[in-house]
């Protein structure tokens, strides 16, 4: 029943660099783990990284060295800072409160020449 706002998608050239936003109620951020996820058409929505409210991250081999997860607490805001994107980083990126049925709207990240 809670909607997380995220912001920052976009198309981009290969090699090119994005970072989305994704804002939640506080009450809910600061106690959580924060995650990302990724969902290509036709395809499962699969978690990308994540980071615990101490600051701790973990990521997914396919984007490790590329994207870094971080969390802003006095803007309830979490981030994805993604760099040296592939075509197949293409998809709709969803932000996502563990343990909870809250998720962001989804936003389209395209890399394409």
């Not at 939640?24 to 036709?42: D, L, T």
């Not at 197949?88 to 389209?108: K, L, M, R």
Request: charged share 15%; net charge positive; glycine share 12%.
């Amino acid at each position: 029943q809670v909607q997380l706002v995220e912001s920052g998608g976009g198309l981009v050239q290969p090699g090119g660099s994005l970072t989305l936003s994704c804002a939640a109620p506080g009450s809910i951020f600061r106690v959580n783990i924060m995650a990302w996820y990724r969902q290509a058409p036709g395809k499962q929505r699969d978690i990308l990284a994540y980071i615990t409210p101490h600051g701790t991250t973990h990521y997914e081999d396919s984007v490790k060295g590329r994207f870094t997860i971080s969390r802003d607490n006095a803007k309830n805001t979490v981030f994805l800072q993604m760099s040296g994107l592939k075509p197949e980083d293409t998809g709709v990126y969803y932000c996502h409160v563990f343990n909870t049925v809250a998720w962001g709207q989804g936003i389209q990240v395209t890399v394409s020449s």
